[in-house]
């Protein structure tokens, strides 16, 4: 699999809000984006830390993946985004060498990117995103 590079970091938190303070007034980071991605029920907020982000997830929806992760697990580190040149590609590539996918196929992901993902199953436990 040719990854370029981490995209960003997944954190699930309830509210935005209430965790942008940390973000800019503590790490001094600068939120450039929110928006809704309503086909999985999330908003997002993106912070950019060199050429890696770190996207807030905050659920719409009680039936929302990141509200049952928060109810689960609580809120934290969500998962993992590797910046690939076809997502398409490196999704044949991991289910030939016995991955468990998610996707099957890329769909739609916040700022336009093509998205799929792993199941943390067969990736040793962590939640891993392939995008483009």
Do not use: W
């Amino acid at each position: 699999m040719n990854i370029t590079h981490i995209e960003h970091l997944g954190i699930a938190v309830k509210s935005i809000e209430a965790c942008l303070p940390y973000y800019e007034n503590v790490l001094g980071l600068k939120c450039y984006n929110i928006e809704v991605v309503e086909d999985q029920k999330v908003r997002t907020a993106f912070f950019k830390v060199g050429q890696t982000k770190i996207e807030l997830l905050e659920p719409t929806g009680e039936d929302s993946t990141i509200a049952r992760f928060i109810e689960k697990k609580g809120e934290g580190i969500h998962h993992i985004a590797f910046a690939v040149p076809s997502v398409p590609d490196a999704l044949n590539e991991a289910e030939s060498k016995g991955i468990q996918l998610i996707d099957k196929a890329p769909r739609g992901g916040a700022e336009g990117l093509s998205i799929a993902f792993l199941h943390p199953k067969s990736t040793c436990g962590v939640l891993t995103e392939l995008c483009m």
